[in-house]
């Protein structure tokens, strides 16, 4: 799993879908919750408040 990764925001097609990807597959916790417009997620390992946040993305073709 991921221990640190210190700041990163992504935006997303589908802010649950990725919260689920990176919580299953990394093991990020969700700290902080906008279901369907933004979560911000920490790594296993981390002291950080949060290490990675996502966002929905405002218009097609920002998704990344």
Known sequence: PVQRLIHAVLYV?????S???YSEA???????SMPGRAA???A???TNDHD???RKAARPGMET
């Open 52 to 54: 990675l946040g996502l």
């Open 40 to 42: 911000f997620l920490q």
């Open 19 to 21: 919260v689920a990807f």
């Open 26 to 32: 990394l093991g990020f916790r969700v700290k902080v």
């Open 44 to 46: 296993e390992g981390s």
């Open 13 to 17: 097609r589908d802010v649950d879908k």
